[in-house]
Nanobody, 118 residues
Framework: VQLQASGGGLAQAGDSLRLSCAASGRSFRHYSAGWFRQAPGKEREFVASITWGGANTNYVDSVKDRFTISRDDTKYTVYLQMNSLRPEDTAVYYC????????????WGQGTQVTVSS
């Protein structure tokens, strides 16, 4: 599966952005999906994930109650709604996928830059 992320940009603290990740192939419904991010000078970190079928989601503590991951398998797309943005959310965001939740994020899209100013 190939992944194409979009929706990044410039925002001010407190603003909202929605990232989208469009996947190729009808088999995407069989893939768990998620988002990672990497800030300048920092290691890449897990942000959020959603299981294939969409029944379960998981978030890093720092974004809980602010970010929401969702998916629309009719459009082969995963979304990350980001509310109440903070400067520390500034990073390159990557969408990822793993087949049937096998534990390995084997598919990565190109990153999309999110920059939040104070």
């Amino acid at each position: 599966v190939q992944l194409q992320a979009s929706g990044g940009g410039l925002a001010q603290a407190g603003d909202s952005l929605r990232l989208s990740c469009a996947a190729s192939g009808r088999s995407f419904r069989h893939y768990s999906a998620g988002w990672f991010r990497q800030a300048p000078g920092k290691e890449r970190e897990f942000v959020a994930s959603i299981t294939w079928g969409g029944a379960n989601t998981n978030y890093v503590d720092s974004v809980k109650d602010r970010f929401t991951i969702s998916r629309d398998d009719t459009k082969y797309t995963v979304y990350l709604q980001m509310n109440s943005l903070r400067p520390e959310d500034t990073a390159v965001y990557y969408c990822v996928a793993q087949f049937l939740g096998n534990g390995h994020w084997g598919y990565w899209g190109q990153g999309t830059q999110v920059t939040v100013s104070s």
